[in-house]
Nanobody, 127 residues
């Protein structure tokens, strides 16, 4: 069974840090595009960051403008994705989702192009 299982997250004060992990199983995800999305209450799901395979052990990373510099996405292993979140802001609050799709295709930020999703993890940033 192909699935993504998320871990990490929780409650943190503004300015703090959290780390999310996503473990993929069921097949190799080495050349898959994998990313993170989030959804705040009453808002649509939005792109956070993604990595696209561009060669053996080489990945291209892309970030939403709102998280650039503060967040870092990484492929720790071919089947493990993480998101290091620093300098968290109140507006980073939401449910975060790990997602994966085949390597082909454009638009890393298009949620509809991803066909495998994690269960979601709540991130709450307090003042």
């Amino acid at each position: 069974q192909v699935q993504l299982v998320q871990s990490g997250g929780g409650l943190v004060q503004a300015g703090g840090s959290l780390r999310l992990s996503c473990a993929a199983s069921g097949r190799s995800f080495s050349n898959s595009t994998m990313g993170w999305f989030r959804q705040a209450p009453g808002k649509e799901r939005e792109f956070v960051a993604a990595t696209k395979w561009i060669g053996i052990n080489r990945y291209y990373a892309e970030y939403a403008d709102s998280v650039k510099v503060r967040f870092t996405i990484s492929r720790d292993t071919e089947n493990t994705l993480s998101l290091q979140m620093n300098s968290l802001k109140l507006e980073d609050t939401g449910v975060y989702y790990c997602a994966a799709r085949p390597a082909s295709g454009l638009g890393l930020g298009r949620a509809g192009s991803y066909n495998i999703w994690g269960q979601g993890t709540q991130i709450t940033v307090s003042s």
